[in-house]
């Protein structure tokens, strides 16, 4: 399938890269599938392309290396409604907010992505947990430090 996209073109992107949102995506409730593109092989971070809408584009990371207590209960309705269950893989997203600075990105902690890769399901869900909020740090103490060549 080939899909366009005004950050990246014509982009010619396999079935199994689509994800479906039953439900679309809170304010983008038209929007129901996306292709999945990982920014890069070993990286959290990836991009939602959507199939419809050229310029929509998420930039999405996967929590869990930024905030290692993050947690959050997903209900049985959403659960049923991408088709989880233990045997089904699923992963964790959050949208990134990407300032001019980019050491000051932020992670959306109270609306995760929650894709089960067996079905290519997703669903958008908005926690009712005060202790996370749409603008959580990513490198709060600013990006790592680059390891020196040959170490």
């Known amino acids: 399938m080939v899909i366009e996209s005004t950050r990246f073109g014509s982009l010619e992107v396999d079935d199994q890269d689509i994800i479906r949102f039953p439900q679309g995506l809170?304010?983008?409730?038209?929007e129901k599938a996306f292709a999945f593109l990982p920014y890069?092989?070993?990286?959290?971070?990836?991009?939602?392309?959507?199939?419809?809408?050229?310029?929509?584009?998420?930039?999405?990371?996967?929590?869990?290396?930024?905030?290692?207590?993050?947690?959050?209960?997903?209900?049985?309705?959403?659960?049923?409604?991408?088709?989880?269950t233990a045997a089904a893989p699923f992963q964790v997203f959050c949208i990134v907010t990407v300032p001019d600075n980019l050491e000051e990105m932020t992670a959306n902690l109270l609306a995760p992505l929650v894709v089960n890769w067996k079905e290519r399901r997703a669903v958008q869900t908005?926690?009712?947990?005060?202790?996370?909020?749409?603008?959580h740090r990513l490198f709060p103490a600013g990006f790592p430090p680059k390891p020196k060549e040959g170490k």
């Open 126 to 135: 908005v926690l009712d947990n005060k202790g996370y909020t749409t603008r």
């Open 40 to 84: 890069g092989p070993d990286s959290p971070f990836a991009f939602l392309q959507s199939v419809a809408e050229p310029a929509l584009t998420f930039f999405v990371v996967e929590p869990f290396p930024f905030f290692t207590d993050y947690e959050f209960e997903l209900s049985d309705d959403l659960a049923k409604e991408i088709g989880m």
């Open 26 to 30: 809170p304010g983008f409730d038209d």
